[in-house]
């Protein structure tokens, strides 16, 4: 908004007619990012989309499963938002985890519901 000198009402409003487009969307705090034409986004929580590589990849119970860096890398955000991911996939009984620097392995494949 510096750089342009228009005020945050400006830039919210042409931001909101841009999501209308469907060139830009929202992100959480409140910020904005631009959408690449054509691209496909995934909006499902990151713990679901984490889950779908045991299914994917048929990994099954005992099977490795892939590092915290090799998920942030893979799904393009950091490694503590995939360590959040990843325990709530340890609560849910689908990870184990065997400690600090040990690898986590795959407990259950989760069930797919359908959706109505």
Request: charged content about 30%.
């Amino acid at each position: 908004m510096r750089d342009y000198k228009i005020s945050r009402g400006v830039a919210l409003r042409a931001f909101s007619v841009l999501q209308k487009d469907g060139v830009a969307e929202p992100v959480p705090g409140g910020r904005w990012r631009v959408v690449q034409a054509g691209a496909r986004v995934d909006r499902r929580p990151l713990e679901e989309r984490i889950a779908d590589i045991i299914t994917d990849e048929g990994l099954e119970a005992g099977a490795a499963f892939p590092s915290a860096s090799a998920l942030a890398t893979r799904f393009g955000v950091s490694r503590p938002t995939v360590t959040k991911a990843l325990d709530k996939l340890e609560a849910a009984g689908v990870l184990a985890s065997a400690g600090q620097g040990k690898v986590r392995t795959v407990r259950a494949v989760p069930n797919r519901e359908e959706c109505s």
